[in-house]
């Protein structure tokens, strides 16, 4: 009988006034926990984003460069014709892939990528007319995002500029440069492969 009474007191408990609840206190640091490892959850997100869309942007630039590569050239027509139709394949097969990450800015941090954007944008409109300065500048661009030292002329006023970017953008503008940078090179290698090649044509007509 005094077990049962007992038992019934203990199953009253979570309803008596003497009854020990979480406090507002307790509450609030296991939210903050959570919260916690929310957010650890969401820039392990961001960063797998980011690594898919650069991921991204190196497929595009290797298609590109097997879609321009000498071998390509040296290849007979048919062969290249059909190679052609799978890299554009591939090409639109990689473009639909959509990855998109956000980046909270305030007003001096857009106009900050605004202004950065558009000097990269102005060099990039005047490679065709001339690559080798576009090179030059666009090394010193890129040198100006770099924290090690660097024999390259630094473009001190986009240092600043981008400086006053955030720091996701800062990222995207160096490694948007480094692809600028590597494309004209492997632009003016061709170049020189094909003048080469031209000229090679030209000593043998001549020697006939």
Known sequence: MAQAKIQAKMNEA???????TMSMADRSVRLLE????????????RETAS???QER???????QSVQNSQEMRNICAGEREELSLTANRL???TISVEISVGT???????????KATLIIDEIVKKLLDDMVDGRQR??????????????IPIDQKFQAIVISCALEDQKKIKSRLETLVR???????????????????TNANGSQ
């Open 14 to 20: 979570p309803c008596s006034k003497f009854s020990r």
């Open 34 to 45: 959570s919260l916690d490892e929310l957010e650890i959850r969401v820039e392990a997100l």
């Open 51 to 53: 690594a898919m869309e």
């Open 57 to 63: 942007e190196c497929i595009l630039e290797m298609i």
């Open 91 to 93: 090409m639109g097969r």
């Open 104 to 114: 909270n800015r305030n007003a001096q941090q857009e106009e900050a990528l605004r």
């Open 138 to 151: 666009l090394l010193a661009l890129h040198a100006a995002c770099v924290t090690e030292a660097v024999a």
């Open 183 to 201: 494309n004209v090179g492997n632009a003016e290698k061709n170049i020189k492969i094909m003048d080469h090649q031209k000229l090679e044509g």
